[in-house]
C-alpha cells in the first residue's frame, strides 16, 4: 500500500508535486467549465473539522469532494459544537473521525495543531491553517494564481503586505515563492514583521533574502487622516516596480491590544490613489477576509484578482484531494525519505504561546535542526528556533538521535 500522504506545511510537497498538481487543477477546471460530472471520489468522504472560522477554505474544500463525486461531514465550530467542549483532545477526536472518513481537512488556533492531527490518523491529513503556523492549501492557490494570471512565478517581483507576523497564509506563500524563484518584498507594520524562523528559513534553506520594508525606525504616526504613515511612504517608493501586491488583514483575533490594530491597519492600506501608482499589469491578492487594508473601491479594477483567486481555489484543492487519496498520480523525485531525526535536548523549551506543546496534553516536546540557522534546534511542532537560553543544556547542539514515537 502507498504511504498515507498528508499536507500540514507547503514543504511537505515537492516542487514537481506543486507543478503537477496546478496541471491536474488546470484540468479539473476545464471538466468544471464544460460542466462534467466527475466521479472520481464517488464512495468516498471527506470531513472537514474546523475549530476557528472560516468561509472559503472550509466551502470550498467541501464543494471541490462534491465536485469529485464524493461526500461530505463536517464540523464548522469543532471548539463548541464537538467534543472538543467536553475537553476531548486533538488526538482522540482524529482517531475517532479517521473511521467516518477517508480523508480530513482540519482548521486550528495552535500552531503545530494539524501536524499532530496528522502523527494521529492513518487518513490523509489537510492543514486549512494552523493558529499563525502555515496555511499550506492557501499557498497552492495563491501560486497557482499568480501562474495563471501572470504565466510564471520565476523573477516576478512580491510584495508581502500587512500582519507578516501572525498571518499564516504569507508564512506559507513566503517559502512557496522562494521555492519558484519570486522574488521577495516585505510590507509590515511595526511590531508585524516576518518572523525570525521564517526569514531564517528563506535565507539558508532557499537562499532568499527578502527586501523587507519592516523595519520602520519611528513609530507610527498618530492616525490623522489624509497624513500617510511611515509604511506608506516606505511602499510608495517601491509600488511602481511590483508584480504582485499580496494584502493580508492584520489578525485582531490573535493578539490583545485592539487599538495597534487599526493604526497597523490605516499603515498599508490598498487604495485607489495607491493603484495609481501600481504597475498597470500589477496583480492585487488578498486571501480574504479583508479590513480596512484593501478598499471596495478598487474591485472593479482589471489588476484586482482576488475573487479570481478564489474561483481557483476550487480546482486546486479539487486536484489535491484527488491526489492525496491516491486517484491521481504526480511524478515525484525519487528520493528516499529520511526517518525524522529528533534531536535530544531535555532542557530545551519552545518559547512559542500558541504552539500546540503549551495545550495539548500527553504530547511530548520534539525537536529537530533548524530549517534555518544552522547549528541551532527548532520545535519539531511548530517550526520556531529555540533561543540558546532555553537550550541550557547545549546538548540540541551535540547529540543527534532517533527517538522513540
Ligand atoms: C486566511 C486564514 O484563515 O488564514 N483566510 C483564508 O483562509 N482565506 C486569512 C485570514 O483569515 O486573514
Not at 487599526?262 to 501608482?277: G, Q, T
Not at 479583508?290 to 474561483?311: M, N, P, T
Amino acid at each position: 500500500m502507498a504511504k498515507k500522504r498528508s499536507l500540514v506545511s507547503i514543504n511537505d510537497l515537492y516542487d514537481e508535486e506543486i507543478e503537477g498538481l496546478f496541471t491536474l487543477a488546470d484540468e479539473m477546471g476545464l471538466a468544471l467549465k464544460r460542466r462534467e460530472m466527475l466521479d472520481l471520489c464517488r464512495g468516498m468522504i471527506m470531513a472537514t473539522l474546523f475549530y476557528e472560522p472560516s468561509t472559503r477554505t472550509r466551502l470550498s474544500f467541501e464543494t471541490a469532494m462534491l465536485r469529485l463525486g464524493g461526500m461530505v461531514i463536517s464540523v464548522a465550530d469543532a471548539m463548541k459544537a464537538s467534543s472538543a467542549a467536553k475537553g476531548e483532545s486533538i488526538r482522540d477526536t482524529v482517531r475517532v473521525v479517521q473511521n467516518y472518513a477517508d480523508i480530513i481537512v482540519m482548521r486550528h488556533p495552535a500552531d503545530g495543531s494539524t501536524k499532530l492531527a496528522a502523527h494521529n490518523t492513518d487518513v490523509p491529513l489537510v492543514s486549512g491553517g494552523d493558529g499563525t503556523h502555515e496555511h499550506p492549501t492557501q499557498t497552492l492557490c495563491d501560486l497557482y494564481t499568480i501562474r495563471r494570471e501572470k504565466e510564471s512565478i520565476k523573477g516576478m517581483r512580491v510584495a508581502l503586505c500587512g500582519d507578516l507576523k501572525y498571518g499564516r497564509t504569507v508564512h506559507s506563500l513566503a517559502y512557496g515563492l522562494a521555492r519558484f524563484g519570486a522574488k521577495l518584498v516585505l510590507v509590515a507594520p511595526l511590531g508585524f514583521e516576518m518572523p525570525p524562523h521564517v526569514l531564517n528559513w528563506l535565507k539558508y534553506r532557499y537562499n532568499c533574502t527578502p527586501e523587507t520594508y519592516c523595519r520602520l525606525d519611528e513609530p507610527l504616526p498618530a492616525s490623522t487622516s489624509g497624513r500617510r504613515s511611515a509604511a506608506h511612504l516606505l511602499f510608495d517608493d517601491v509600488i511602481s516596480d511590483i508584480d504582485v501586491i499580496y494584502l493580508t488583514r492584520i489578525q485582531r483575533e490573535r493578539f490583545q491590544t485592539k487599538g495597534e490594530a487599526e493604526a497597523a491597519e490605516e499603515s498599508y492600506s490598498m487604495n485607489a490613489a495607491m493603484l495609481k501608482k501600481a504597475k498597470s499589469d500589477a496583480l492585487i491578492l488578498h486571501p480574504l477576509p479583508r479590513q480596512a487594508e484593501l478598499s471596495y473601491k478598487i474591485d472593479e479594477d482589471r489588476r484586482a484578482g482576488y475573487f479570481r483567486q478564489v474561483a481557483y481555489g476550487v480546482m486546486v484543492r479539487m486536484a489535491l484531494v484527488a491526489f492525496l487519496l491516491g486517484l491521481k498520480k504526480i511524478k515525484a523525485p525519487k528520493t528516499i525519505e529520511a526517518p525524522i531525526k529528533f534531536v535530544r535536548a531535555k532542557n530545551a523549551r519552545c518559547a512559542n504561546e500558541k504552539c500546540i506543546i503549551k495545550s495539548a496534553e500527553g504530547t511530548q516536546p520534539r525537536f529537530v535542526k533548524s530549517n534555518g540557522t544552522p547549528g541551532a534546534i527548532q520545535c519539531y511542532w511548530c517550526d520556531q528556533e529555540i533561543p540558546s537560553e532555553n537550550d541550557k543544556t547545549g546538548l540540541g547542539r551535540r547529540q543527534v538521535g532517533l527517538l522513540p514515537d
